[in-house]
Nanobody, 116 residues
Framework: QVQLVESGGGLVQAGGSLRLSCAASGTIFRIVRMAWHRRAPGKQRELVATITVGSSTNYVDSVKGRFTISRDNSKNTMYLQMNNLKPEDTAVYYC??????????WGQGTQVTVSS
């Protein structure tokens, strides 16, 4: 059973940066497309960024040019570098498969709060 542990969130001012990390147990992480998702207060979960096994990436329009997803398969770890953060980026961020058909068990997520 894969376990996902997200970290790196915090409180930052608008325009600031954070780097999120996702540590995965098990080697299956290395052979699946992964993603960062987020859930803002009162909103549905949103797919933010995806990365293939070969590290091809895709982003939701609202974060293009500001967020960068990456992975280190040798460490079973994925990252999300978030620059020029905006208050609307405030959410709990989760890593998981891209979905929607298959997900690993969800981790606790990491809270990102951006103040204006």
């Amino acid at each position: 059973q894969v376990q996902l542990v997200e970290s790196g969130g915090g409180l930052v001012q608008a325009g600031g940066s954070l780097r999120l990390s996702c540590a995965a147990s098990g080697t299956i992480f290395r052979i699946v497309r992964m993603a960062w998702h987020r859930r803002a207060p009162g909103k549905q979960r949103e797919l933010v960024a995806t990365i293939t096994v070969g590290s091809s990436t895709n982003y939701v329009d609202s974060v293009k040019g500001r967020f960068t997803i990456s992975r280190d398969n040798s460490k079973n770890t994925m990252y999300l570098q978030m620059n020029n953060l905006k208050p609307e980026d405030t959410a709990v961020y989760y890593c998981n498969q891209e979905g929607p058909s298959h997900y690993f068990p969800w981790g606790q997520g990491t809270q990102v709060t951006v103040s204006s």
